[in-house]
Nanobody, 112 residues
Framework: QVQLVESGGGLVQPGGSLRLSCAVS????????LGWYRQAPGKERELVAT????????NYADSVKGRFTISRDNAKNTMYLQMNSLKPEDTAMYYC?????WGQGTQVTVSS
């Protein structure tokens, strides 16, 4: 059974940082691309960042370029999203995606 479990979300002030993790079980992630998505209330789910199987290629939404960094540790079967200089508009539920599998999400709230 494939499971993706996100963690690391929370409440942070504008300008703050969070590091999200996506731990995968039941599936070896090496050589598979992974992605982070987010969905704010009343909005469609949107792509945040993707990373190739080897980790050598990454892509980011324009809204997070220069602030977010996606990475992966294939030995730990885990993907990460380092989020710096957070803004209120980054508030959303963040999900990880592997093939057709989604995690349950972790809430990120940026507010003073």
């Amino acid at each position: 059974q494939v499971q993706l479990v996100e963690s690391g979300g929370g409440l942070v002030q504008p300008g703050g940082s969070l590091r999200l993790s996506c731990a995968v079980s039941g599936f070896t992630i090496a050589s598979y691309g992974l992605g982070w998505y987010r969905q704010a209330p009343g909005k469609e789910r949107e792509l945040v960042a993707t990373i190739s199987g080897t980790g050598t290629t990454t892509n980011y939404a324009d809204s997070v370029k220069g602030r977010f960094t996606i990475s992966r540790d294939n030995a730990k079967n885990t993907m990460y999203l380092q989020m710096n200089s957070l803004k209120p508009e980054d508030t959303a539920m963040y999900y990880c995606l592997l093939a057709n599998y989604w995690g349950q999400g972790t809430q990120v709230t940026v507010s003073s």
